[in-house]
T-cell receptor
Framework: EADIYQTPRYLVIGTGKKITLECSQT?????MYWYQQDPGMELHLIHY???????EKGDLSSESTVSRIRTEHFPLTLESARPSHTSQYLC??????????????FGSGTQLSVL | AQKITQTQPGMFVQEKEAVTLDCTYD???????LFWYKQPSSGEMIFLIY??????QNATEGRYSLNFQKARKSANLVISASQLGDSAMYFC?????????????????FGKGTHLIIQP
């Protein structure tokens, strides 16, 4: 059902590297989100966007940045990866018009390991 | 701030038995929505069921039902006739549209999850 895609699925990278996690959706949704999830733990919102040129920080402070130049694309960038960034990153989108029943559609996630 | 509490870190259940996963929430928003998601070991989050705070009846979706008790602020998920494929992490989440939620701008607030294992 969900048409939201994340790449790469797994990424192992050395400390100090710049990385971009890709997220695209084909549902025309206005809102997009990035959540961070450590193993066996809850999801924490790190960024969200209402639409093109809109980006907001979430509840959990993050050293990552996001951009929203196109409706369907919401990439997340880490300028200098550190071992503390090791986590799963989940992208989601939703239809702003749904109000309280706003259901989030999630991608398959990117498992990031920083050595 | 909004908060979701799931008190069962893990559960073992025999196949074909019914399962109840507990969820309590805290919010001062007058209107809110409650959600359950399933996360298999593959990592994706799968939407299961939604309950609105003003809905008079408990939500149902196939084998899933939500036991909504508004006065107790609880929204337990019931899975009838459990199957081996139900083994996964289950997350309760909520979204409000009042001042506590920034007018609904902040996405969903998730609980810590319950790891459900169905045994044959």
């Amino acid at each position: 059902e969900a048409d939201i895609y994340q790449t790469p699925r797994y990424l192992v990278i050395g400390t100090g590297k710049k990385i971009t996690l890709e997220c695209s959706q084909t549902m025309g949704h206005d809102k997009m989100y990035w959540y961070q999830q450590d193993p066996g733990m809850e999801l924490h919102l790190i960024h969200y966007s209402y639409g093109v040129n809109s980006t907001e920080k979430g509840d959990l402070s993050s050293e990552s940045t996001v951009s929203r130049i196109r409706t369907e694309h919401f990439p997340l960038t880490l300028e200098s990866a550190r071992p503390s960034h090791t986590s799963q990153y989940l992208c989601a989108s939703s239809d702003l018009a749904q109000g309280n029943s706003e259901k989030l559609f999630f991608g398959s996630g990117t498992q990031l390991s920083v050595l | 701030a909004q908060k979701i509490t799931q008190t069962q870190p893990g559960m073992f259940v025999q196949e074909k038995e019914a399962v109840t996963l507990d969820c309590t929430y805290d919010t001062s928003d007058p209107s809110y929505g409650l959600f359950w998601y399933k996360q298999p070991s593959s990592g994706e989050m799968i939407f299961l069921i939604y309950q609105g705070s003003y809905d008079q009846q408990n939500a149902t979706e196939g084998r899933y039902s939500l036991n909504f008790q508004k006065a107790r602020k609880s929204a337990n998920l019931v899975i009838s006739a459990s199957q081996l494929g139900d083994s996964a992490m289950y997350f309760c989440a909520m979204r409000g549209d009042g001042p506590e939620s920034g007018g609904g701008a902040d996405g969903l607030t998730f609980g810590k999850g319950t790891h459900l294992i169905i045994q044959p």
